[in-house]
């Protein structure tokens, strides 16, 4: 990739639970100011590809490498170092305000609001109250007023309205064009390639198929069908 500089560069990445693999040999590479997308049926291995970016599960074979992160290093670490991760749910503390999910990151609550004015109104409710578009935006909110180096976000828009997907995914990509390398977890294809600019189909734990935003993006369609239904 010429002279950009890789936030995630895993090489022969085999992880797993116990003794069982659930992915195996991933070659993936984002860098800085890019969108990677991961997409795959159910039980393909987006989720477990994250934990192990994460440094949640530690690689059985092969390696990666994330931001300048020791390739043992824990999450923490990798927090200390710029990784905001989104798991999959909704990651806000239901009974604080939304004005105290907001203080509790290391962002200023300011940036957040710059990014989703929409919620100012509602900050003084718990965030048990808001609706799912409004949580999300929230910890999203919480996580790029950190001014992440790289996002992990694993099904951010599940569930939620097409209006409310664009403005989550319009969030990442403005985070991308200002640096921040972001790995996306994403059932609505669409939506997703429109931002990415790459794009991993996962197989039963491998990569199937890999391209340009753009690329996978024209052939939507047939990916939905030959990868996207039913089980891995
Ligand atoms: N904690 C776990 N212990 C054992 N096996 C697991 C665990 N979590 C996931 N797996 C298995 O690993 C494989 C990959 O699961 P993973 O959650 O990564 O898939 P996914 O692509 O994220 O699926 P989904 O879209 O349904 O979330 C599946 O076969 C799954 O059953």
Not at 75 to 99: K, N, Q
Not at 115 to 136: D, I, N, T, V, W
Not at 194 to 208: E, P
Not at 223 to 232: K, W
């Amino acid at each position: 990739m010429g002279s950009t500089t890789l936030a995630v560069q895993t090489r022969g990445l085999t992880a797993g639970y116990g003794s069982t693999p659930a992915v195996h040999d991933l070659d993936l590479e984002v860098a800085e100011g890019e969108i990677a997308v991961l997409l795959g049926a159910n039980g393909a291995g987006k989720t477990t590809t994250l934990l192990a970016l994460a440094g949640e599960l530690r690689p059985m074979r092969g390696t990666a490498d994330v931001l300048d992160c020791g390739r043992r290093s824990r999450l923490d670490r990798r927090a200390r170092s710029g990784l905001g991760y989104l798991t999959e749910g909704r990651c806000v503390f239901m009974g604080l305000t939304g004005w105290e999910n907001l203080k509790l990151g290391r962002g200023k609550p300011a940036r957040a609001l710059e990014l989703f004015p929409e919620l100012e109104p509602h900050l003084g409710k718990r965030a048990g109250l808001l609706s799912g578009g409004q949580q999300q935006m929230l910890a999203l909110g919480r996580i790029l007023a950190t001014e992440p180096r790289l996002v992990l976000a694993d099904e951010l828009s599940l569930g939620l309205a097409p209006l409310v997907v664009q403005r989550l995914l319009g969030a990442l990509r403005a985070a991308a064009d200002r640096g921040a390398a972001v790995v996306l977890v994403e059932q609505h294809v669409r939506h997703a390639l429109a931002i990415a600019d790459r794009g991993y189909v996962l197989r039963r734990g491998r990569v199937a198929l890999s391209g340009t935003g753009a690329e996978l993006a024209a052939d939507a369609d047939s990916i939905g069908r030959q990868y996207l239904t039913g089980e891995a």
